[in-house]
Nanobody, 126 residues
Framework: VQLQASGGGLVQAGGSLRLSCAAS????????MGWFRQAPGKEREFVAA???????RVADSVKGRFTISRDNAKNTVYLQMNSLKPEDAAVYYC?????????????????????WGQGTQVTVSS
């Protein structure tokens, strides 16, 4: 599967952005999807994930501000980001987990995701 992330940009603190990740290839419903981010000099960190059955997990640092969703008809996963803070600035990556459902929802575990998009930059000015 190929992933194309978009929607990043420059926003003032307190503002909102919606990231999109379009998938192409095998049926989108085969994949659990996740968003991760990496700021300069920091480790990649989990942001949010959504399973095949629309179960979601969200990092504590963004809970209540970020929402992940998917539109299977459009082969797209979204990350709605509200009340952005300067510490949210990072390159955001979408990822797809195509393991069998019997393997369980990978959620926050990055190695569970086999496919990664190219990333989209989010900059938050204070």
């Amino acid at each position: 599967v190929q992933l194309q992330a978009s929607g990043g940009g420059l926003v003032q603190a307190g503002g909102s952005l919606r990231l999109s990740c379009a998938a192409s290839g095998p049926p989108f419903t085969n994949y659990a999807m996740g968003w991760f981010r990496q700021a300069p000099g920091k480790e990649r960190e989990f942001v949010a994930a959504i399973s095949w059955s629309d179960s979601t997990r969200v990092a504590d640092s963004v809970k209540g501000r970020f929402t992940i969703s998917r539109d299977n008809a459009k082969n797209t996963v979204y990350l709605q980001m509200n009340s952005l803070k300067p510490e949210d600035a990072a390159v955001y990556y979408c990822a797809a987990d195509g393991r069998p459902r019997t393997a369980g929802f990978g959620g926050a575990i990055a190695p569970k995701y086999e496919y990664w998009g190219q990333g989209t930059q989010v900059t938050v000015s204070s």
